[in-house]
């Protein structure tokens, strides 16, 4: 246990003064998730004409929560798993008696840290120019989302770093992820909340993983009615499947391996 | 004593895709792509005892650097077994991956932006060293290789030669008893070359380690090599001694001579081939059975001022192999 603690405390240190070495990249990095607050402004002149559930105010909250959902559960590990396969970078770390992702999984949390500052920043600049929308969440609320952005990111890592493991195959896995990112971007919540959709799609849409990435931890934190326990199942169950998966694929990636360039 | 590494009829082929040149091969190659296969390595056998220092020779595209992957557990064989130290590599058991490492000259795994000192924190962890013994063993190698003021530099400050000393401390902190050495002094000057040399000759002194070397610098070889694996499109066609590789491989001398006049290439060409002409000086390459006679008639025959005959540099006998694939 003792020897995990060390691994995970010094990848995760080592990790985190690597991503400060970034700072202005930071700040710009947090800045390129901003399309939420830009279809905000969209959403709050529709709803005006009032033919939504949600009001202008709704809107308005929702979409900062997407937008810190979005900053605390992005992923780009497919682009530099990619680049370890295809350019032979692989080869050292598979000499390590430690999987690979772990480095990934320590960069993404540190990032997530030295990214923080500049996050509350953009939040309270939010606030400071439309103070309307201030809201504080019920704490209830707020430590299910804490708990829930967790999971997000876990389930948004894994299922990204699966269609990264393609890589040994396609060594264009990135094309794959741009298909799977269409997706995200509809049924997720990211362009407009689930409550707008008709019932068919909404229905349909609650049924694959990408609503919970997006919609779901941004409703519980808004005040939205959403069903935990099924959010909950439905993650457990995509979980699952693409955890299987990632593991068979790494199986019969590494065989693939060729190992070319190294 | 039991071999260390052992290598059985190792095989490797590859697919590899097969393009025509042109538009019409290009549209060819989308639509319907053709694959080759390309046998890397063939029937690979050989034994290496513990402690050794063996050198892997061979051309660009012979098979040394895909034998080392499979050595090292990277790539699966097609065919044939391999063990190394009592593991079979490619299960990438943790105990296996403790005893060995991989430095490729061409591919670093430091931290770009960091000082190579939070690269070797992060190895230390990897390998479960605890932090008195990772301080220890630091301070050690980066005495032995002269290190010890450049760690808390970035890498990306250091120069080619000090980040390579600094790759080699970050492969070697775990104490692995196989060194598998991938070009380790390409792009080195003389003198960084020369450090990297020395301090693998101390480690595998001091740690009795086993080195599975690479290189294109043949001084490289010399310098720490007593025996040679010679690898020719992907068949190993020599194992033994270096003294042995150069007797088999270069059956001539060198002659170079100083001469009384200037003699033309013609006039020189009846003695040997003419390597080398300049004013009053040559370069033969001689048959050795032929040596005796040729020198006499050399002193005989020109204006000799000068005479020595030496073994020609192993470079140009390996350069002449490859070249003209004068193998078994």
């Known amino acids: 246990m003792d020897d995990l603690w060390i691994k995970a405390r010094t990848l995760l240190a080592v990790q985190y003064a690597y991503m400060l070495e970034y700072r202005a990249e930071l700040l710009l990095w947090a800045l390129s998730g901003s399309l939420p607050i830009i279809l905000m402004g969209v959403w709050i002149q529709a709803a005006a004409g009032g033919r939504f559930g949600l009001g202008p105010l709704d809107f308005a909250r929702y979409f900062l929560a997407v937008f810190v959902v979005r900053q605390l559960s992005v992923v780009w590990v497919i682009w530099e798993f990619e680049r370890e396969v295809v350019e032979g970078k692989l080869s050292p770390l598979l000499l390590q008696p430690i999987d690979p992702v772990w480095r990934h999984v320590a960069g993404h949390i540190s990032e997530r840290f030295a990214r923080m500052p500049f996050i509350v920043l953009l939040v309270g600049l939010f606030f400071l120019l439309y103070p309307q929308a201030f809201w504080l969440p019920r704490w209830t609320d707020a430590l299910v989302f804490v708990g829930l952005i967790v999971l997000v990111f876990a389930l948004r890592f894994l299922i990204q770093y699966t269609l990264a493991l393609l890589a040994f195959w396609t060594e264009r896995a990135s094309a794959i992820e741009e298909l799977w990112f269409l997706c995200y971007l509809f049924l997720s919540g990211l362009i407009a909340p689930l409550e707008v959709f008709p019932p068919l799609v909404r229905e349909v849409a609650l049924w694959t993983p990408f609503p919970y990435l997006v919609h779901f931890p941004a409703g519980i934190l808004v005040g939205l009615p959403v069903d935990v326990p099924r959010g909950l199942l439905v993650m457990a169950v995509w979980g699952g499947l693409f955890f299987v998966l990632n593991r068979w694929l790494w199986r019969r990636g590494l065989k693939q391996y060729s190992g070319m360039g190294a | 004593m039991l071999p260390i590494i052992r290598v059985q009829n190792l095989s490797k082929v590859y697919p590899v895709a097969d393009?025509?040149?042109?538009?019409?091969?290009?549209?060819?190659?989308?639509?319907?792509?053709?694959?080759?296969?390309?046998?890397?390595?063939q029937q690979v056998s050989f034994a290496i005892e513990p402690g050794a220092v063996v050198g892997f020779l061979g051309a660009n595209g012979a098979g040394k650097t895909t034998t080392l992957k499979m050595l090292t557990g990277l790539i699966y064989p097609s065919e044939g077994t391999v063990e190394v130290a009592g593991f079979m590599p490619f299960r990438r058991e943790r105990d296996f991956l403790s005893k060995i490492t991989l430095v490729m000259g061409q591919k670093q795994q430091l931290i770009w932006d960091l000082p190579a000192f939070d690269s070797l924190r992060v190895n230390a962890a990897v390998y479960g060293l605890s932090d008195a013994e990772a301080t220890r063993r630091v301070g050690e190698l980066a005495e032995m290789l002269a290190l010890s003021d450049k760690l808390h530099q970035p890498?990306?400050?250091?120069?080619?030669?000090?980040?390579?000393?600094?790759?080699?401390?970050?492969?070697?902190l775990h104490q692995p008893q196989v060194l598998f050495l991938d070009e380790p002094t390409l792009g080195l000057d003389v003198n960084a070359q020369t450090a990297v040399r020395t301090f693998l000759k101390e480690y595998n002194e001091r740690y009795n380690a086993t080195v599975l070397l690479t290189s294109h610098y043949m001084a490289d070889i010399t310098a720490l090599c007593e025996r040679v694996l010679l690898i020719h499109r992907g068949q190993l066609i020599y194992d033994g001694s270096l003294d042995g590789l150069l007797d088999r491989f270069a059956p001539y001398r060198e002659v170079r001579a100083e001469f009384g006049r200037a003699y033309n290439r013609e006039e020189l060409a009846a003695y040997g081939e003419v390597e080398m002409l300049a004013k009053c000086e040559a370069r033969f390459l001689v048959e050795r059975d032929a040596l005796v006679h040729t020198v006499s008639r050399l002193l005989a025959e020109l204006q000799v001022v000068d005479l020595e005959v030496s073994d020609p540099p192993v470079e140009e006998v390996i350069g002449k192999v490859f070249l003209t694939g004068a193998v078994a």
């Open chain 2, 19 to 41: 393009k025509e040149p042109g538009l019409v091969g290009t549209l060819n190659h989308f639509f319907r792509r053709r694959y080759k296969l390309i046998e890397a390595v």
């Open chain 2, 155 to 172: 890498v990306r400050k250091l120069s080619l030669g000090e980040r390579m000393k600094a790759e080699l401390l970050a492969a070697l």
